[in-house]
């Protein structure tokens, strides 16, 4: 037994050690942003409120997968969110993201050009301008023609100025249980600038002319819609409502 050490005891050297950053997120977690208590560094983001990152850019720099912010009032007025391939944005009760930043020539809120991202349980609310809450654009950027799936599920979406979110390019989009007001009587709620393919269930489509608009006929398939129709003879196929 070492000298110093009483029988039953622990020397110091043997002791287990803590975590140097219990609110660390390992690689794949998901990252937690609470906009009171949050702290955007390394030693962040592992867990809700004092462990979490501060600030939707920050978290989007550093996870893989999911992000979920806590209640509060998030706000876009210089860019807009923009989620990295693979990545998923999950709204706890009471958390809005407001306001439109610029993209280029025109304002949006949430950017999903990307492959496989979401939007999960969100409010958002635009600021009116011209453009979307929710721009899902398919670039085609690798000139590969690859189709982008993407998801909105539980939002809350209205006063966006334009339509409240936008499809173009090759995208799959999966759109359930969202409420989605149009901005003005003529603007619709949804709408498909270039043909793409859908699933649209269990929607609330509020106010505009029509609830779903394309440019061009696609595939557009769903059922459980309520509130302002879909322009049937623009899209072709509409979702059942």
Do not use: K
Request: aromatic share 4%; hydrophobic share 35%.
């Amino acid at each position: 037994m070492p000298i110093g050490v009483r029988d039953g005891a622990i020397s110091d050297a043997a002791q287990p050690m803590t975590d140097a950053n219990p609110c660390a997120a390992s690689a794949g977690d998901t990252i937690y942003v609470d906009s009171v208590l949050g702290s955007d560094d390394a030693a962040h983001g592992g867990g809700a409120g004092d462990c979490a990152v501060a600030t939707i850019d920050y978290a989007i720099s550093v996870a893989s997968a999911e992000i979920r912010l806590a209640a509060g009032t998030y706000s876009r007025t210089e860019t807009p969110i923009e989620l990295s391939t693979g990545q998923s944005l999950v709204c706890e009760a009471g958390a809005v993201i407001s306001g439109q930043g610029l993209n280029v020539s025109y304002n949006i809120t949430i950017d999903l050009r990307n492959h496989d991202t979401s939007v999960a349980g969100c409010t958002i609310t635009g600021a009116g301008l011209g453009g979307y809450c929710i721009d899902i654009q398919n670039q085609n950027l690798n000139n590969d023609n690859a189709i982008h799936t993407n998801s909105l599920s539980d939002n809350v979406i209205s006063q966006c100025g334009g339509a409240a979110v936008r499809v173009a390019g090759l995208v799959d989009l999966e759109l359930s249980g969202n409420t989605i007001t149009a901005s003005r009587a003529s603007t619709p709620a949804l709408f498909f600038q270039s043909s793409g393919s859908a699933t649209i269930d269990n929607n609330t489509f509020v106010d505009g002319n029509w609830g779903i608009h394309c440019n061009q006929a696609g595939v557009q398939s769903g059922s459980g819609n309520t509130g302002t129709p879909c322009n049937l003879t623009a899209c072709g196929t509409c979702p059942g409502y």
